[in-house]
T-cell receptor, first 113, second 114 residues
Framework: AQSVTQLDSHVSVSEGTPVLLRCNYSSSYSPSLFWYVQHPNKGLQLLLK??????LVKGINGFEAEFKKSETSFHLTKPSAHMSDAAEYFC???????????FGKGTKLTVNP | KAGVTQTPRYLIKTRGQQVTLSCSPI?????VSWYQQTPGQGLQFLFEYFSETQRNKGNFPGRFSGRQFSNSRSEMNVSTLELGDSALYLC?????????????FGPGTRLTVL
């Protein structure tokens, strides 16, 4: 079965420095992968998704992720963190080509002034 | 365009009772998914409906059920509530499905079981 592992439960960065949130996936074939963000007291929002097109995927708010099949990774990056990026981020895989999404445990991002 | 709405936003029940949660998707969206979010288990998929048919199901006991109406509105029901059912229940809608289209989430229903 498809699954995702988010390697860090908490990440803390300073404003203006790069952000790296790590995610590894397991899948028996080419997966559909997503990153979602959940701000405090706000709903979940799709940041970006990979569905077997370009391996470098650009999302909203300056985030991007690179699909690396050889490393089974889908890490999320942003060149320069902003205070408004503080939130919980979820790496997600669609199971078996279906519409069933399997969420990782989440990474809480803290941005320090 | 109105977003995904969920009612009620907060609910308190006691063990053994049953509860029904409602979700109104974005107009035109035919796929509705339900998720349970808890601090211990994180976000877990419950089920997905498309055009009134359950298309996908997660690993939850039969006490959890759902349905979708012809206008795409969806309800989920939990019978014989247990303390462990306390959670945030999230509904999400998409045009054709969460994998192929952007999925939009509602604010959730916070269920507390006493």
């Amino acid at each position: 079965a498809q699954s995702v592992t988010q390697l860090d439960s908490h990440v803390s960065v300073s404003e203006g420095t790069p952000v790296l949130l790590r995610c590894n996936y397991s899948s028996s074939y080419s997966p559909s992968l997503f990153w979602y963000v959940q701000h405090p007291n706000k709903g979940l929002q799709l940041l970006l998704k990979y569905t077997s097109a370009a391996t470098l995927v650009k999302g909203i708010n300056g985030f991007e992720a690179e699909f690396k099949k050889s490393e089974t990774s889908f890490h999320l990056t942003k060149p320069s963190a902003h205070m408004s990026d503080a939130a919980e981020y979820f790496c997600v895989v669609a199971q078996g080509g279906s519409e069933k999404l399997v969420f990782g445990k989440g990474t809480k991002l803290t941005v320090n002034p | 365009k109105a977003g995904v709405t969920q009612t009620p936003r907060y609910l308190i029940k006691t063990r053994g009772q049953q509860v029904t949660l409602s979700c109104s998707p974005i107009s035109g969206h035919r796929s509705v998914s339900w998720y349970q979010q808890t601090p211990g288990q994180g976000l877990q998929f419950l089920f997905e409906y498309f055009s009134e048919t359950q298309r996908n199901k997660g690993n939850f006991p039969g006490r959890f059920s759902g349905r979708q109406f012809s206008n795409s509105r969806s309800e989920m029901n939990v019978s014989t509530l247990e303390l462990g059912d306390s959670a945030l229940y999230l509904c999400a809608s998409a045009l054709g499905g969460a994998r192929t289209d952007t999925q939009y989430f509602g604010p959730g229903t916070r269920l507390t079981v006493l």
